[in-house]
């Protein structure tokens, strides 16, 4: 039977080793590109720069990632262009929801993405980006999620289309309409489709049991009402039909019947030129995966290409929305390990200094698998053993508990740090950031890594919480200096 492979599966050993394209060991300790991850606790082996030890836990945000994420995404599309001569153009769209940090919207608009938001919050964000210059005018930005007449939601986007033009709000149902209208603003706009969940027909896709989206019936109505409006115009449609979906037929399969809607949508309004497949696009969060972006891409592009013939229009620009992909990979989490239990459980306990449950809400939520492999250490012997973190929770375990994962960790436990990999996406914002945690732990000191021209690392520290945070937003009144 298959498993994830969360990390190395042997008692052996690790020889110099390629994980995957960015996880190697070299010498006994775990490489991040160039960077070497034990040094940050143990001191390095060459100056990298740090110039100290910091403390675990630990959390690590490499921004060279998701530069790295956004170029290879718009490399394979225009490969794939190329190769089948398609004439839309790729539109690569940030979906903030899966990681809204500042650095990580900063660095994704950087790189040329455009916005993808979700709540009235995000709106603010922008307003924030576009005044400090980080989100030029010809930059979309794309209003998911509800924002029904009478929302905080609603009202912000009417201003922020003041501010800035190139705002696209997808309309999920025909309640958001009216504030629009009524604005009398100049809005493009798109149509959201009831799309969300594994089908193969425009049947079956009606069927489904999804709150997202306009049914067929709404969507041809919504697309009247907008043709109606003096002040509106139809640019985007929009099918999100899943998310981490790792088998490419599968989701062009899934992806299929909304191109045909696309394509008898466009004959109908001539202005519609985006298609917008939303997120979904799979990343890599255990070593076993695999998924071949050129082919998704070019099944994506040749079914476009096909239908809109059929049905007679030009192909469309294609936007995807992506969150994960875009940031799963920059985030790591590191911990010590605190003491190795055995008390007559099958495989000994490891116990970190920090919770797994609170830190990657999705390994007890969805028992959901990450990349877990030690930070040093690496070049000595390895035992099967099970992962348990500091909070009194019986969840707070890893694997998951239903896993078939084996987890292997070195036998020598002393200094023993290791690291969660490809965490980036979704588990900080889950978890939620700088509130108050199961068991009262404080959160983790924050390393924030970039390289500069010469590609040399840079590095940025932001405190943790103290006891007195944590207290003071649990309602304490903590007097200064009376904490132990
Ligand atoms: C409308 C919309 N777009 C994009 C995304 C991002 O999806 P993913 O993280 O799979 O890229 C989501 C995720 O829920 C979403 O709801």
Sequence with gaps: MTHPVIGWERETPVPNHVFNDFLSARDGRLYFEDLDLAQLFIGGRQDQGLGKLLPSPLEVVYLPKIRQKVEQMRQVFADVFAEVGYTGRFHYAYATKANTAEEVVRTALGVGAHYEMSSRVDVEIVRLMKGAGRLPPERMVIANGFKAAGMAYADNLVHLKSVHDNLIPVVEDLTELPPLIESGLQFDVGLRQKSYGHHQTEAEMEAAN???????ADLWKAAEAIAAAPNLRLKLYHAMVGSQITNDRDFVARLKPTIEIYARLRQRHPDLSIFDFGGGMPVPMTLDFQFDYHAFVRLLLT????VCAHHNVPVPDVMGEFGRY??????????????VKDNGSALSWYIIDGSIMTSFPDTWALSEHFILLPLNHLDKPFQRVQLGGITCDSDDVY?????????????ESKDLYIGFFCIGAYQEMLGGVRGSKHCVLPEAVELLVDRDDDSQYQFQIIPGQTAQDVMHNLGYAVPVDTIW
């Design 303 to 306: 079914t476009l290409q096909e």
């Design 326 to 339: 875009t940031t799963a990979e920059h985030g790591a989490h590191f911990f010590k390990v605190l003491t």
């Design 399 to 411: 694997p998951p508990k239903p896993s078939q994962s084996p987890l292997y960790l070195p036998v």
């Design 210 to 216: 999804s709150r997202f989206g306009l049914r067929l």
